[in-house]
């Protein structure tokens, strides 16, 4: 009876184990999906796609009208604009007018040195003076010249004497005046209104320009 009863169990585990070989493989447990979830917060509408996408940021552009020579000519243009309701500033601007040859005769030994030589040249009956101010302070100046060509003979003529001297060019700044319209009213400012500012300011001029003191943090109107 004893054999009987193991007998029977035996076949019971081999029947089952052949039941869970024989189930279907579409019965197995799904994969996890690799995609990424995005998961809301409740009360919050889920992101868009679109929005996540980093935004391109672009300065905003202001139009400047001038250039003019005295601030008073710019104030006259921003009071016409203020009566067609269009804001304005005036602001100045440093532009490089033209350019200057500079002789020099560097000194060696200090101002004492420098003087004695000062008075060698006007001896000679050269024009110098001795600088005092700025990098080349404690040098020679043996003249100004608008035009390089003037300056290179010059230089080349105190040469022939035995006096070494550098040719220096100097930039000329000069302050203008500016007008310009911020990015909320440069839409305005079109051709037609121009064309009607240019009656009383014929040489009007005007540019696009990043706003002054503005971020770059606003897409262009």
Known sequence: MKYIFLSLLLLNILYGLWQLQSRPADSRAPAADSSPVVVATPGEPAPDEAAMRPRSVAAALCVNLGRFETMSEAEQLRQRLLALDVASVVRPREVISGTDYWLVM???????????????????????????????????????????????????????????????????????????????????????MLSRLRVDFPSLQHQYQPCTGVANDTRIP
Do not use: W
């Open 106 to 192: 560097p000194v060696v030994g200090g101002e004492r040195h420098a003087v004695i030589q000062l008075s060698a040249l006007q001896e000679q009956g050269i024009d110098s003076f001795l600088i005092t101010r700025g990098e080349m302070a404690g040098q020679l100046s043996l003249g100004v010249f608008s035009r390089e060509d003037y300056a290179q003979l010059r230089q080349e003529q105190l040469r022939e004497l035995g006096h070494e001297v550098r040719l220096h060019a100097l930039s000329k700044k000069q302050q203008q005046f500016v007008v310009e319209v911020g990015s909320s009213a440069r839409r305005l400012v079109d051709q037609a």
